[in-house]
């Protein structure tokens, strides 16, 4: 796949993402199903600070913040809600 593609794939995830319906803390399958990418990539990511997880109970869960997510899309939440 070339980047035309990948620019073109962005797009379409864009258009199709419903921002309102997001939650603001994101699953690591969640995350990576919005991604495209494997959830142990996302595990990864997290490790090295590319994309910061949130440690919540006892067993160390992780959730994403959905602005980090959407900034990995190329999306500013800012500008981008209604």
Avoid at 26 to 33: C, D, H, M, W
Avoid at 38 to 46: D, Q
Avoid at 49 to 69: F, H, T
Wanted: hydrophobic letters at 35%; zero cysteines; charged letters at 25%.
């Amino acid at each position: 796949m070339d980047n035309n593609q990948d620019t073109n794939q962005t797009l379409k995830i864009k258009k199709n993402l419903d921002l309102n319906n997001l939650p603001d803390l994101l699953t690591v399958s969640e995350v990576a199903q919005l991604l495209r990418v494997s959830t142990l990539t996302i595990k990864r990511w997290g490790k090295r600070g590319k994309l910061p997880a949130i440690r919540i109970n006892s067993r160390g869960d992780r959730r994403y913040k959905k602005e980090s997510v959407l900034w990995m899309l190329g999306i500013n939440p800012s500008t981008s809600q209604n």
